[in-house]
């Protein structure tokens, strides 16, 4: 038996399509992958956002526009900042599409207002210009989508307060969405700007001896909160990670190449050399116990250090549980030596090559159905997940995906444990009935 062990492993390392397959095909396609996906991985840091500012007098003399500058200066600045000489110019560039707001701070003395439309037209937002909106001072804040005016007003004989003019939804290149959101930041800075300076206005007005304290100020002006995150998962949540796991289930189905290969040069048929080991005096049990185990070891071992590219190039956290991985990965194998042995020890006159055809026919169907090709098919797999959750247990791809899915995400090992032993009692079953086709085929032109 330990001879045919190391010679079953021998030839299986000098078999170019064994190593193609179950080795380099998966590093490959997991390169591809990475390329694909990364940019998509990549958080980055949150875009800017464009605004105008009509930069007169009166906004360099106004704080609020130390508090633009600072935003805009930062090592991830929040605001993008155009420069502009005239209100007419910064509404000429929201109706171009290039800002998503302006910011204007009124001359000393005058009643500053901060303006918003969500109407759908700009001309809703040129309607309420700087006259119209002198005679809204006591507006209250809009929710998305109304037309009201909000206005604000800085103590008299002060720099005015800021000025907001903001896009309409749908207006430039953008979509309503990220519009929507660019609007909300513009109008945040801003009310924030004068509810800070209505707060120190107000502590000026009843405690001016505090102002005297910075730490008073400061704690007046932050924000001080307690956060705690709290993950509902094992592993942050990376939704590309779901293809590199259904990558792993194909690669395991296509080493069921290297038993059926194998277990096929057992039969008589095969060659003059498995003729001669049907004929012998070793029982074919003997035979195909060892053959299996070399075909085991060496898909594991091939799928392993595929597993190791993978989690190195695509930076896949499994936070201290790839001990877990390596396990599954010997119970994916082992369910692949069961599907190769039974495709294998299939009766009939089948050569190799339609043997090795039907395997790589199923392994191509199965991953369809696990959601490798692609946002459609991972679509197409979760409906039928959805629709039919035996589904995913049945078919061997997704079970192995969902072996890795359950290491990665789930605090508990029970749905590990419950695909772990799904994959070694499937494959115990298939070796099975490859054993009996094994023990009763008969061949009597022997």
């Not at 002198?134 to 009201?148: R, V």
Request: proline content about 4%; overall charge negative; charged content about 15%.
């Amino acid at each position: 038996m330990w001879t045919t062990f190391k010679t079953t492993v021998r030839t299986l390392l000098l078999t170019p399509s064994a190593v193609v397959w179950t080795l380099i095909f998966p590093i490959v396609l997991a390169t591809v992958f990475n390329f694909m996906f990364e940019p998509m991985r990549s958080t980055g840091s949150v875009e800017a956002v464009k605004v105008a500012v009509v930069a007169d007098d009166a906004w360099e003399d106004s704080p609020f526009s130390q508090v633009v500058d600072t935003l805009s200066e930062a090592d991830e600045p929040l605001l993008a900042v155009h420069p502009v000489a005239t209100e007419q110019e910064a509404r000429e560039l929201i109706a171009e599409g290039s800002v998503a707001g302006a910011y204007i701070v009124d001359a000393a003395g005058n009643e500053g207002n901060a303006e918003q439309s969500g109407s759908d037209e700009l001309d809703a937002v040129d309607a309420a210009g700087p006259a119209d909106a002198a005679g809204a001072a006591s507006g209250s804040g809009t929710a998305a989508g109304s037309s009201d005016v909000s206005t604000s007003t800085s103590s008299a004989g002060s720099t005015g307060a800021p000025r907001i003019i903001l896009a309409p939804a749908g207006s430039g290149t953008g979509s309503d969405a990220s519009y929507d959101v660019n609007r909300a930041i513009l109008e945040s800075v801003a009310t924030s700007y004068l509810q800070s300076e209505a707060l120190i206005e107000e502590l000026a007005t009843h405690d001016p001896v505090a102002l005297s304290d910075p730490t008073t100020i400061e704690n007046a002006l932050g924000l001080s909160v307690s956060v705690r995150e709290v993950s509902l998962t094992h592993a942050q949540p990376d939704s590309m990670v779901r293809f590199y796991y259904a990558l792993l289930g194909m690669a395991s189905i296509f080493a069921a190449q290297l038993a059926g290969e194998s277990v096929w040069h057992l039969q008589p048929t095969s060659s003059a050399a498995g003729a001669r080991r049907t004929v012998s005096s070793t029982s074919r049990m003997r035979l195909l116990i060892p053959t299996i185990g070399a075909c085991w070891a060496v898909s594991t071992t091939f799928l392993a250090i595929a597993f190791g590219y993978i989690c190195l190039t695509a930076h896949i956290d499994f936070s201290g549980r790839e001990g877990l991985c390596l396990v599954g990965i010997a119970a994916a194998s082992l369910l692949s030596c069961g599907i190769g042995a039974l495709v294998g020890a299939l009766p009939g006159r089948m050569g190799s090559d339609s043997r090795r055809g039907i395997l790589t026919a199923l392994t191509c169907l199965l991953s369809l159905f696990a959601g490798l090709y692609g946002e459609p098919t991972m679509e197409l797999a979760d409906t039928i997940a959805q629709a039919l959750p035996a589904a995913t247990w049945l078919n061997p791809v997704c079970l192995i995906r969902d072996l890795f899915y359950t290491v990665y995400y789930y605090d508990t090992l029970v749905p590990f444990s419950l695909r772990l032993s799904a994959c070694a009692g499937i494959a115990a079953v298939l070796l099975a009935v490859s054993a009996a086709c094994m023990r009763r085929s008969a061949h009597e032109h022997l």
